[in-house]
């Protein structure tokens, strides 16, 4: 009973207790200063850095982000194959629509009237004979642009080529035409929508910002220092910003980034999140480690003639991607990073007490006396002599 | 030889001292209770807030993911141009296939025939003209359709208009029909496949759950309350979750978000790792502050007639974009994370002791006592005082 | 003026007061090497986890990224329907490009001179009928074609089928072809050009790297073992790396993942940052719970005759998509996170302290001496007891 009472009472006096360690306080101007210059040093680290440049405070979100295109304008071409001929946006926009990306024709090689037949290839190396055993019937060369048929056949007045079974007239491998046939694409003008999304603070923007307005968007083009913030651009300023020439660019074709920055700090006004645009040229120009250079692509227009044969147009069409690219975090105050950051910010507060401590207790010339009171000792060798004799 | 021994034995010693700090225990019921309310509320906040809610025992990883979608339905329009005409995937999905959104056709306005030629401009402001003085041989505004041939021509019996090279005959400048032309789109659905992986964790997993079966998915639709796990939507439903009228929205188009989200534990069994999904009209419907409502573009099929004239069929497509966005987060024990938050919490510990010690020496009526048993002084200034004289 | 001036000199005092903590220092064995043990272990788990595996010392960046690809190849066909035929890029390749995926077709059925008309639907159950009466009028079912004209016309010997308004003739509901029509898919190479930037730290890359020359690029194919750095694939290859056979991947179509891994230490040269490829299949193969198994999707060829009437030729593509995945993080020294781990390591010492305090208090056969030497009490209990008499 009276065990029983004892165990309670030392368990609550033990609750009751209150730790604190015993501190030795020195008063000393060197010592003094040397402590109080390395504390606001991690302060003023801990609120300068942390707190204010790298918002340790904030919990930080990725943006999710949804763009639609609309390019606008026409071009004029004149050549010997298709004569006079406008080209709009049902026809320099392949495909028609895309998720975050739009492709603008700016250059082509154009083969007219193939039909599945047999025509001689073109010559290259692997591809010339002299006579029908030098080619193989079947053999499809990944160079090549059919199956070869076995025969050896005039391609022209000195070459001879193996026949082979594909769309012909075959494609002349040739380089694009200089200047490029759609020249005037780089007055085209595209309108970026782009809408953003914040889900873990429920946050949606667009790129339309709420004081544009309509009549404003009808007639803006984009422009860093007059009109930052209207999303219809002219191609060619896009290319210039990136540091590249339009027309050079448009000869083999590229790919641009559109990358729209939406950097938001929303612990402030909502209207200061605002997008921001730059660009870049994303693919290789450099002509020594590269190999098919620029971006092109091949596809067809499928028609049936009279006798319900099919024919094809060939399009090698060269021209400028440009992929949208949305990036950027949101930050909003919220208690466990800060807390996080503070914890750590006190933890280096005690590598400070660690620090002078040593400078302390080693170098000052009173190192002594602060060692007296500053430790006391145990020791179990000691004792242990002690205990031996 | 005495001296090396002395060295190694200090520095022996020194290895295996122990260095606790002297503690002042206060046995008082107010500081004590203080104390250990302080305590436990730190304790709480780092066990219930960073542990349980926020998981902060976890290493995160971002969801890569791949998603196929497959659209089924059929539409039967009737109109002048086209008579009665059906509908199916292969003329409304356009393009045939993308990555992760796929685009439904549910209005147009179709131009028959066109061919590369000339014919008098749309009337509007800057096209009107009185005589061949009025129109620019050669220039190309970006409102009009084709570039200008310098003639003024008649357009109908009150208008005359600059003639223009393009493709003839223009479209006309009108609203999209309302109702929409493909208005039983809303009864089509689609089949979303998603595959996830978070390759951190090297964890994989498909919207279509393991207990579902295949005679279930031939006949299922989503529904959020009797269907939450079918992947198949009508397309309806969807426009409506996220509270928009389908027949208004298929009028001028527009973009859908659907939105799966995969919130993984996976401590927990990967059975629980389910997609959710959710569903957000992403463009801007607000008809102040916007340019181009909805969600549109124009492409054409290719044809050639008789005389090996190329002709075209020109369509202005409005219809419903839905972007698939797949966003998540999986969480994994980890010790890293774990120690790092133990660490920033037992940090927090320390503060406990300063702000007890503040109140203890300041505010308690026996704070004198305190101040005497915690604080040692080493007085440089009074060392100093007393050598002076 | 006398206390203002005693006011002035108690701040300065304070401010030039250091505190430490007094401290007990035990010499022992035993003590000392547990102390010291613990120690080395967090000392250890910070450095060598932390700081060397995890890399806590660094501020991390997540990928942004372009691709564009370029496929090669060329197959034979021959079917009954279209003869000896040759597929090139512009024909497998739908649509011919897209943004950071390409989808080959490797499978298809074709229905051939499709119109608008009247036709018999397939037989299934609920398009069966004996008369009229049991076709409805104007009812489309979601597994149909068209739309009903409530009519029951004769479909085959054996069968009557209910009429419908549908691109007749209908394409029939069988299996595709196995071995598929282009088998020689599995030849074709593609070069994957992957442009990355880690936008935080200001760095670019390519894929194509450095010392790799355009002669090499010509002829080399990706083989982990002796060409780990080409970026051609051949699609084989791809897909028996992810353990799948091509032919058999090929009857009903698939989706490939194509990882990029760029995992960068950007304080090591720059050269050290390289791709890494991995191939994935993300599809669902399991026929069990599985609906619509594979990769398909239907387009249309549209062809006008001469009579200006519009017909079409249906394909239903089977093929592979492949995904261009590009993931990865770059991490580079940052003084933040380095001392947001280092003040949570020094936290974790602290936690040393405590351990060994437990241990040295309660289990050591001298833990009286120690306890006397470490704590001092203030009892307020006592001076209670003290003062009540």
Known sequence: M????????SICQCFFEYSTPKILIIRSFKVGTL????????IAYVIGYVCVLNKGYQDTDAVLSSVTTKVKGIALTNTSDLGLRIWDVADYIIPPQEESSFFVLTNLLITLNQTQSHCPEVPKTGFDCTSDRDCKAGSRDTRGNGVQT???VRYSAVDKTCEVLAWCPLELDKEPPNPPMLADAENFTVLIKNSIRYPKFNFNKRNILPYVNKT??????????TDPDCPIFRLKDMVTEANEDFQTMAVHGGVMGVQIRWECDLDMPSSWC???YTFRRLDNKDPVNNVAPGYNFRFAKYYKNGNNEETRTLIKGFGIRFDVMVFGQAGKFNIVPTLLNVGAGLALLGLVTVVCDWIVLTCMTKKNIYNEQKYSYVDDFQLLSNETP
């Open 274 to 276: 605002v997008p921001r």
């Open 2 to 9: 009276m065990e029983t009472r004892g165990c309670c009472a």
């Open 150 to 152: 076995g025969k050896c």
């Open 35 to 42: 402590n109080r210059i390395t504390q606001a040093l991690v």
């Open 216 to 225: 404003y968007l009808e007639q803006c083009v984009f422009n860093r220092i």
